[in-house]
């Protein structure tokens, strides 16, 4: 049960609103002066709950918000990260609801009602969660921790513009763990707690044919069409048991101990019919001799994001393209490294090319992967967290996305990061119809506080 009175609930559903309606979609640029504005509502939301001071610090891209609260020198410092950008909207025809219009629904899942809205999980409603807590150990005197806030506008678009902050402000950034809310748990009821990401290398290729659009009658079986020799390049990447088939690849992956697989499995209880079910799925596909739950967190993968070329208007127009493009992301597993793997990929497209056309391969952004040790300060007062709202323990899981930046937050800044997310897999985040539940907003907003109180000990 939340600790907040439903008068604290209402306010609390109606400021998020407000944040929920501004568009802050990073990667489209006619939304730049609405960057800005939200930037600047976040940054005057940190100042109301109780920052002594909130900035909002320019970038080459989008603004980054930052705001603190100094309580005592004795004090350990928290800093908390998130982002206030979210995706674009696309395809507009599949919400039921506007997407900058929230609206409160029960579901199946939610039957205590669901935020409907871009940015309701991520990462909006999770950012939020962390400014109301904040502003709950404000108003009850018992905030033990001193707190700084760094919330980015560019996290949906590689964070091109953090590095940089990071490296001029290391000094103002100094904190003694990192909390992010950007993940999920499995449940309400047995939750799982993310000890570890995967990492990203996200490519583009697009091969080039002949100097312009042909005749496909005219011209067809007189040359190579690019769209075909593309996708037969993209299907030769994973064989015939989902192996990626790219050289040296697998190299520096770690297999982890079947013993060790056997345990987090029985310990996780992850449904494997519920998931084929959520997704409308006969049967899930994947690497063999691991498990769906396996496939998804602890495994790397490969696979293609977006494919175009040629004509995809209505109706009819028959050519053989000049160009044909993918988008191809790689996720990474501890020991791979990102940048590695993002030559390897380029070298083996190079390599498998046939004369016949040309190819271009670039490389849009990526970051490796990051694993919660266990033991510090920072892991067991989640743990205490968790308990806390939950009843028991969460279950450590590795979450099979990626956050580029935590493990630069480690290099840069020489600090540890703990992931304390509470979405669900069936938020629906970059797709229509994002939602993110009431309670899991509200019990978020218990953890945290939990969190403060165990790390400030």
Not at 97 to 116: L, R, S, V, Y
Not at 170 to 185: E, M, N, P, Q, R
Request: a negative charge; aromatic letters at 8%.
């Amino acid at each position: 049960m939340s600790t907040l009175s439903e008068k604290e609930k209402e306010k609390y559903l109606n400021e998020l609103f407000e944040f929920l309606k501004l568009p802050s979609i990073s990667a489209d640029s006619r939304y730049k002066e609405t960057m800005n504005k939200t930037a600047k509502w976040l940054s005057n939301e940190l100042l109301k709950s109780g920052c002594d001071s909130s900035n909002v610090y320019e970038t080459d891209g989008h603004p980054i918000v930052y705001g603190e609260k100094h309580v005592d020198d004795l004090f350990p410092t928290i800093l908390v990260y998130g982002h206030y950008d979210v995706q674009p909207p696309d395809p507009l025809e599949l919400w039921t609801n506007p997407p900058f219009e929230p609206i409160i629904k029960k579901t199946d899942i939610h039957p205590e009602g669901a935020i409907f809205a871009r940015g309701a999980c991520d990462d909006k409603g999770q950012v939020f969660m962390h400014v109301k807590a904040f502003e709950q150990l404000i108003k009850k005197d018992k905030l033990n921790c001193n707190v700084k806030f760094m919330i980015e506008g560019e996290e949906e678009v590689g964070s091109d513009n953090l590095e940089k902050f990071l490296l001029e402000n290391k000094s103002k950034l100094d904190a003694d763990v990192i909390l992010i809310s950007d993940t999920g748990l499995s449940n309400l009821e047995k939750p799982t707690l993310t000890v570890g990401l995967r990492g990203l290398s996200y490519m583009e290729v697009k091969v080039t044919g002949p100097n312009r659009d042909l005749h496909s009658g005219i011209y067809g079986g007189a040359l190579a069409n690019p769209i075909n020799i593309l996708s037969d390049m993209i299907s030769s990447l994973i064989d015939d048991k989902g192996r990626i088939t790219i050289p040296g690849f697998y190299n520096d992956v770690i297999e982890i101990d079947k013993s060790k697989r056997e345990s987090i499995e029985e310990m996780s209880k992850f449904d494997d019919e519920k998931f084929k079910d959520s997704l409308g799925l006969r049967k899930t596909k994947g690497e063999e001799g691991y498990s769906t739950l396996e496939r998804k967190s602890i495994r790397p993968t490969l696979d293609v994001n977006g494919i175009w070329g040629g004509y995809t208007g209505e109706g009819s127009k028959t050519v053989i393209p000049s160009e044909a493009s993918a988008k191809i992301s790689m996720r990474l597993v501890p020991n791979q490294n990102w940048e590695k793997v993002s030559e390897l990929f380029t070298n083996h497209i190079k390599s498998i090319l046939p004369d016949s056309v040309s190819v271009q391969v670039s490389t849009h952004h990526g970051g490796n992967p990051y694993v919660t040790p266990e033991g510090f300060k920072g892991y067991e007062s989640a743990i205490k967290a968790y308990k806390d709202s939950f009843g028991i323990d969460p279950i450590p899981q590795k979450d099979g996305g990626s956050i580029p930046i935590v493990p630069m937050f480690e290099s840069i800044l020489g600090i540890k990061t703990v992931l304390m997310g509470f979405g669900l897999d069936s938020d629906a985040i970059h797709s229509p119809d994002e939602n993110y539940g009431v309670r899991n907003f509200f019990i978020g907003i218990d953890t945290i506080q939990s969190f403060y109180k165990h790390f400030g000990s």
